[in-house]
């Protein structure tokens, strides 16, 4: 039930396509309904003694009749067809949407537990579902309902007796579908996690395709593709024979209908207490009886398929975000350079493991302040927390006095600009993945901001220049190329703050003086926080914070740091005695 619920919000939207198929639908079972009544009056008319030129008269009228009661037929099932898909297209649509931006508010934590192929499954495969529950599976259940309803009566007003004995196979159907709806349901909910399953494999293996093929693990992932995929054929297979199963027992339970109407048909017309014309219309009218029933069992197979995605689609509107905003979170301003201060920060993935503990830290307005330390220390999850991508677990961070908790996230995250090692790029023109950072900026503030970057010399070299395509996540780019786009997107959002982590890593040396620069122009005026392992690039920043085991260990200049003969000491005679072995 809380599935049709789901589904019934956002039907309500589309009440006015909906009573066009409800009224099509209803006026779809009356027509059909009158179909075995006209072949009533035709026997009735042929078998009455001394025919008349008026009886064939009449055969005429039932004849034209007949065909405007067919070309009737078309018009309804058309209406009930068409608008029934206008809901249920309307209704995919509306959760797709609403799912996206359900899912853009999610944590961070929720994607670090999330295959992106599952989750897409659940957006794509799972919501098409819905529409085959909307424009399908509840029009033809409720019209063969109707149509179940319809024919009863018209039986029972035939011959009662007769209508009675007719329905002793129907206690057996519906004992057979609720049996079988134990076992379906979660049978299809099962297909449709094997779905996501596959869908997530396939998903990792085509954006890491390079990989594959430089470590020459082809035949292995080929070997553990054919394993999700027998697994979800296994799932399907499971589902498809429980409903092989199903229809021919619905099917026998028809038939018994027939024998008994066979049997007990003919003696009462022996019995002269039933016409023949009454035998022949309990015959075609009873065929309209068991074939709704036997289209149910048929029709319950997509509802159960519907609920599978339903219950999917649900499950994810179910996901919570860890952050939330407060429902009077005021907006940070956005005038000058922001100080930033951790007052006994402490924070934590896992319970019982901390990441950073009692970190006690300022970081002033329009300065730059580095963070350095070993690998795992800390020092991203310390600049995540900034645009509150994580809450602190104790503590409190405040940018200008003002702690995070208590702003607006739009507001904190308006002011922040990142650029990380692994840049991402969109599918798509090098021009929007630089109108990004600002989607109204004009062409000369986007060309302004390339110039910044160091990027437009080798844009304009592009075959197309701005408008060329650079391909999935920019793999048409080089590393070094990449990075000053998303230099360049930074520099068109001209946002207060700036988070740079490990930005030069991964490019070599020419390149890396040429981003430096682009860096150099773009941190003026601005609060900045660079996490680098190159200890080389920050030298001049105001302030260099040494993290170890989850606790700043040294605060200070370059020059400070090093008279103080601590790690951050240790690091430098490392990294300096490494690229003199290097270089030799």
């Not at 042929?46 to 004849?63: C, E, K, N, R, W």
């Not at 920060?345 to 006690?360: C, H, K, R, T």
Request: glycine share 6%; hydrophobic share 45%.
């Amino acid at each position: 039930m809380k599935s049709f619920r789901f589904v019934y919000q956002y039907l309500r939207k589309y009440s006015a396509p909906l009573v066009v198929t409800i009224v099509s639908m209803l006026l779809l079972v009356g027509v059909q309904l009158i179909g075995p009544w006209l072949v009533k009056q035709m026997v009735a008319i042929v078998s009455s003694p001394g025919l008349a030129q008026s009886d064939m008269l009449q055969i005429t009228h039932l004849a034209l009749l007949a065909l405007g009661v067919y070309l009737l037929r078309i018009l309804f099932q058309y209406l009930r067809s068409y608008m029934a898909h206008i809901a249920g297209w309307g209704v995919v649509a509306d959760v797709r949407l609403k799912l996206y931006e359900h899912v853009q508010r999610l944590s961070l934590r929720f994607y670090e537990n999330t295959q992106t192929g599952d989750l897409m499954s659940q957006m794509v495969n799972d919501t098409d579902l819905l529409e085959n529950l909307i424009a399908h599976a509840i029009p033809d259940l409720t019209a063969n309902v109707l149509t179940l309803v319809g024919v009863l009566a018209i039986l029972f007003s035939i011959n009662a007796p007769l209508a009675l004995l007719s329905m002793i196979p129907v206690p057996l159907i519906i004992l057979t579908m609720q049996g079988f709806n134990k076992f379906v349901n979660p049978a299809f909910r099962e297909r449709q996690r094997k779905l996501g399953e596959l869908n997530a494999v396939l998903n990792d293996n085509l954006s890491g395709v390079r990989e594959i093929q430089a470590f020459s693990r082809e035949d292995l992932e080929v070997v553990r593709m054919n394993d999700h995929v027998d697994q979800y054929r296994t799932a399907q297979m499971h589902a498809l024979r429980l409903m092989a199963t199903f229809h021919p027992l619905i099917e026998f339970a028809s038939s018994l209908g027939t024998i008994v109407l066979i049997y007990f048909g003919g003696k009462f017309v022996l019995g002269q207490t039933l016409a023949v014309d009454g035998l022949v219309a309990f015959f075609l009218y009873l065929e309209q009886l068991y074939q709704p029933i036997r289209e149910m069992s048929k029709v319950w197979e997509n509802v159960q398929q519907a609920l599978a995605g339903a219950q999917r689609v649900n499950q994810l509107f179910n996901e919570a975000p860890n952050i939330v905003e407060k429902p009077d979170a005021i907006d940070l301003p956005l005038e000058g350079a922001k100080e930033i201060q951790l007052r006994n920060v402490s924070f934590q993935y896992d319970a019982g493991i901390p990441v950073l503990d009692n970190i006690n830290l300022t970081i002033p307005a329009g300065k730059v302040v580095a963070l350095v330390g070993p690998t795992g220390v800390g020092k991203t999850t310390l600049a995540n927390l900034i645009p509150r991508f994580y809450d602190v677990s104790a503590g409190s961070l405040s940018i200008d006095g003002r702690d995070v908790r208590d702003l607006s996230l739009k507001s904190i995250r308006q002011q922040i600009s990142i650029v990380l090692q692994n840049v991402f790029l969109f599918h798509g023109t090098v021009r929007e993945n630089i109108l990004f950072g600002r989607q109204n900026a004009s062409q000369e503030e986007m060309i302004q901001a390339a110039r910044v970057a160091n990027a437009h010399d080798f844009i304009c070299e592009l075959p197309d220049g701005y408008d060329t395509m650079i391909g999935e996540r920019g793999v048409k780019l080089s590393g070094g190329q990449r990075q000053r786009i998303a230099i360049a997107r930074t520099v068109l959002k001209d946002a207060p703050i700036l988070i740079l982590d490990e930005a030069t890593s991964s490019v070599d040396t020419e390149t890396e003086l040429l981003i430096q620069q682009a860096l150099d122009q773009l941190m003026e005026g601005r609060t900045v926080i660079i996490i680098a392992h190159r200890l080389s690039t920050i030298h001049n920043a105001d302030l260099i914070v040494v993290l170890e085991g989850s606790h700043v260990v040294e605060q200070g200049t370059h020059r400070e740091l090093m008279k103080a003969n601590g790690l951050y000491k240790r690091l430098v005679d490392v990294q300096f005695n490494t690229d003199i072995v290097a270089n030799v």
